[in-house]
Protein backbone atom coordinates (compact mmCIF):
# COMPACT_ATOMS: atom_id res chain seq x y z
CA UNK A 1 0.00 0.00 0.00
CA UNK A 2 1.08 3.40 -0.58
CA UNK A 3 1.45 6.34 1.38
CA UNK A 4 -1.19 7.97 -0.43
CA UNK A 5 -3.92 5.60 0.22
CA UNK A 6 -7.85 6.98 1.29
CA UNK A 7 -10.53 5.63 3.72
CA UNK A 8 -11.77 2.38 3.33
CA UNK A 9 -15.53 1.01 4.17
CA UNK A 10 -16.32 -2.24 5.31
CA UNK A 11 -19.63 -3.83 5.97
CA UNK A 12 -20.20 -7.15 7.87
CA UNK A 13 -23.26 -9.29 8.73
CA UNK A 14 -23.83 -12.42 10.74
CA UNK A 15 -26.84 -14.44 11.87
CA UNK A 16 -26.86 -17.32 13.94
CA UNK A 17 -30.03 -19.37 15.22
CA UNK A 18 -30.97 -19.17 18.56
CA UNK A 19 -31.67 -22.63 20.56
CA UNK A 20 -31.89 -23.55 24.11
CA UNK A 21 -29.22 -23.71 26.01
CA UNK A 22 -27.98 -27.15 26.55
CA UNK A 23 -28.46 -29.21 28.33
CA UNK A 24 -32.21 -28.24 27.16
CA UNK A 25 -31.16 -27.58 23.57
CA UNK A 26 -27.97 -27.48 21.92
CA UNK A 27 -27.43 -23.45 22.14
CA UNK A 28 -24.52 -22.23 23.87
CA UNK A 29 -24.73 -19.25 26.14
CA UNK A 30 -25.35 -16.61 24.70
CA UNK A 31 -22.78 -14.48 24.27
CA UNK A 32 -22.32 -11.34 22.41
CA UNK A 33 -19.33 -8.95 22.08
CA UNK A 34 -17.80 -11.04 25.26
CA UNK A 35 -20.58 -10.61 27.19
CA UNK A 36 -22.57 -13.58 28.73
CA UNK A 37 -26.26 -12.84 28.68
CA UNK A 38 -28.34 -15.14 31.36
CA UNK A 39 -30.61 -15.67 29.00
CA UNK A 40 -32.73 -19.27 27.90
CA UNK A 41 -31.55 -19.29 24.77
CA UNK A 42 -28.11 -19.07 23.21
CA UNK A 43 -26.60 -19.56 19.52
CA UNK A 44 -25.70 -22.69 17.95
CA UNK A 45 -22.55 -22.30 16.06
CA UNK A 46 -19.05 -24.28 15.86
CA UNK A 47 -16.63 -21.15 17.59
CA UNK A 48 -18.67 -19.74 21.05
CA UNK A 49 -21.26 -17.94 18.32
CA UNK A 50 -20.39 -14.53 19.10
CA UNK A 51 -22.35 -12.69 16.13
CA UNK A 52 -21.36 -9.55 17.29
CA UNK A 53 -17.82 -10.58 17.14
CA UNK A 54 -17.96 -12.09 13.79
CA UNK A 55 -19.69 -9.59 11.62
CA UNK A 56 -16.59 -6.71 13.36
CA UNK A 57 -14.46 -9.07 11.97
CA UNK A 58 -16.10 -9.61 7.97
CA UNK A 59 -16.74 -5.65 8.43
CA UNK A 60 -12.91 -4.90 8.88
CA UNK A 61 -11.42 -7.96 6.74
CA UNK A 62 -14.28 -6.54 3.60
CA UNK A 63 -12.55 -2.81 4.09
CA UNK A 64 -8.95 -4.26 3.75
CA UNK A 65 -10.73 -6.55 0.52
CA UNK A 66 -9.14 -9.91 2.22
CA UNK A 67 -11.15 -13.19 2.20
CA UNK A 68 -13.84 -13.29 4.88
CA UNK A 69 -14.05 -15.04 8.62
CA UNK A 70 -15.67 -17.74 7.07
CA UNK A 71 -12.74 -18.40 4.55
CA UNK A 72 -9.72 -17.77 6.99
CA UNK A 73 -11.50 -19.86 9.61
CA UNK A 74 -13.13 -22.56 8.35
CA UNK A 75 -15.76 -24.20 10.60
CA UNK A 76 -14.44 -27.83 9.76
CA UNK A 77 -11.16 -26.69 11.50
CA UNK A 78 -11.40 -28.40 15.14
CA UNK A 79 -9.43 -25.46 16.13
CA UNK A 80 -12.30 -23.12 16.02
CA UNK A 81 -14.56 -25.79 17.73
CA UNK A 82 -16.27 -23.54 20.75
CA UNK A 83 -13.27 -20.69 20.34
CA UNK A 84 -13.50 -17.72 21.87
CA UNK A 85 -14.47 -15.36 19.66
CA UNK A 86 -11.89 -12.66 20.15
CA UNK A 87 -9.19 -14.47 18.43
CA UNK A 88 -11.14 -13.41 15.11
CA UNK A 89 -11.15 -9.89 15.75
CA UNK A 90 -7.91 -9.74 17.07
CA UNK A 91 -6.70 -11.51 13.85
CA UNK A 92 -8.83 -9.29 11.63
CA UNK A 93 -6.96 -6.16 13.65
CA UNK A 94 -3.14 -6.88 12.76
CA UNK A 95 -4.00 -7.51 9.32
CA UNK A 96 -5.60 -4.02 9.25
CA UNK A 97 -2.52 -2.86 11.22
CA UNK A 98 -0.63 -4.47 9.15
CA UNK A 99 -1.43 -2.97 5.48
CA UNK A 100 -1.02 0.86 7.66
CA UNK A 101 -5.02 1.19 8.77
CA UNK A 102 -6.67 2.35 11.97
CA UNK A 103 -10.50 2.47 13.05
CA UNK A 104 -12.07 5.65 11.53
CA UNK A 105 -15.16 4.35 13.66
CA UNK A 106 -17.55 1.46 13.75
CA UNK A 107 -21.20 1.30 13.92
CA UNK A 108 -22.80 -1.91 15.41
CA UNK A 109 -26.75 -2.96 15.06
CA UNK A 110 -27.56 -5.90 16.48
CA UNK A 111 -31.22 -7.43 16.20
CA UNK A 112 -32.64 -9.41 18.55
CA UNK A 113 -36.16 -9.73 21.04
CA UNK A 114 -34.10 -10.82 23.65
CA UNK A 115 -32.12 -10.09 26.09
CA UNK A 116 -32.28 -6.91 26.38
CA UNK A 117 -28.80 -5.41 25.64
CA UNK A 118 -28.78 -1.75 27.28
CA UNK A 119 -27.17 -2.77 30.28
CA UNK A 120 -24.60 -4.33 28.79
CA UNK A 121 -24.03 -1.57 25.93
CA UNK A 122 -21.11 0.27 27.33
CA UNK A 123 -19.03 -3.33 28.09
CA UNK A 124 -19.87 -4.62 24.68
CA UNK A 125 -18.51 -1.48 23.53
CA UNK A 126 -15.13 -1.34 25.55
CA UNK A 127 -14.62 -5.42 24.31
CA UNK A 128 -14.97 -4.44 20.91
CA UNK A 129 -12.45 -0.95 21.60
CA UNK A 130 -9.92 -3.08 23.03
CA UNK A 131 -9.81 -6.37 20.51
CA UNK A 132 -9.49 -3.49 17.76
CA UNK A 133 -7.46 -1.28 19.76
CA UNK A 134 -9.15 2.03 19.34
CA UNK A 135 -10.70 4.26 21.66
CA UNK A 136 -14.55 3.64 23.13
CA UNK A 137 -15.40 7.06 21.01
CA UNK A 138 -15.01 5.34 18.00
CA UNK A 139 -17.47 2.36 18.17
CA UNK A 140 -21.03 2.67 18.36
CA UNK A 141 -23.42 0.28 18.93
CA UNK A 142 -27.36 0.05 19.01
CA UNK A 143 -29.75 -2.36 19.46
CA UNK A 144 -33.27 -3.14 17.91
CA UNK A 145 -35.87 -6.09 17.64
CA UNK A 146 -37.74 -7.42 14.73
CA UNK A 147 -41.22 -6.41 15.87
CA UNK A 148 -41.59 -9.79 16.45
CA UNK A 149 -41.93 -10.88 12.99
CA UNK A 150 -39.75 -13.92 10.99
CA UNK A 151 -37.02 -15.64 13.18
CA UNK A 152 -35.56 -13.17 14.29
CA UNK A 153 -38.64 -11.56 15.70
CA UNK A 154 -40.43 -14.84 17.39
CA UNK A 155 -36.64 -15.08 18.92
CA UNK A 156 -35.03 -17.97 16.64
CA UNK A 157 -32.43 -15.91 15.62
CA UNK A 158 -29.91 -13.11 16.21
CA UNK A 159 -28.52 -11.32 13.57
CA UNK A 160 -25.87 -7.96 13.55
CA UNK A 161 -24.93 -5.22 11.33
CA UNK A 162 -21.49 -3.94 11.25
CA UNK A 163 -20.22 -0.74 9.22
CA UNK A 164 -16.74 0.00 9.89
CA UNK A 165 -14.16 2.91 8.67
CA UNK A 166 -10.59 2.19 8.41
CA UNK A 167 -8.08 5.44 8.03
CA UNK A 168 -4.67 5.18 6.93
CA UNK A 169 -2.78 4.82 10.06
CA UNK A 170 -0.44 8.27 10.85
CA UNK A 171 3.72 6.67 11.37
CA UNK A 172 4.03 7.62 14.56
CA UNK A 173 1.13 5.37 15.57
CA UNK A 174 2.32 2.24 13.77
CA UNK A 175 3.52 -0.74 15.54
CA UNK A 176 7.32 -1.60 15.46
CA UNK A 177 6.48 -5.04 13.86
CA UNK A 178 5.20 -4.18 10.91
CA UNK A 179 8.37 -3.18 9.07
CA UNK A 180 7.33 -1.37 5.17
CA UNK A 181 3.91 -1.19 5.94
ZN1 LIG B 1 -21.13 -16.13 13.41
Redesign the pocket.
Known sequence: MTARMGPRIGHGY?L?RLEPVAPEGDGRPFILAGVTFEHRMGPV?H?D???VY?AVTDAVLGALGHQDIGQLFPDTDPRHEGADSRVFVEAAAQRMRDAGFAIGNLDITVICEQPKLSPAKPQMIANVAERLGCGVDRVNLKGKTHERVDAVGEGRAVEVHAVVLLEPAHEGSRRPDTPGS
Open positions: DHGSGDAH
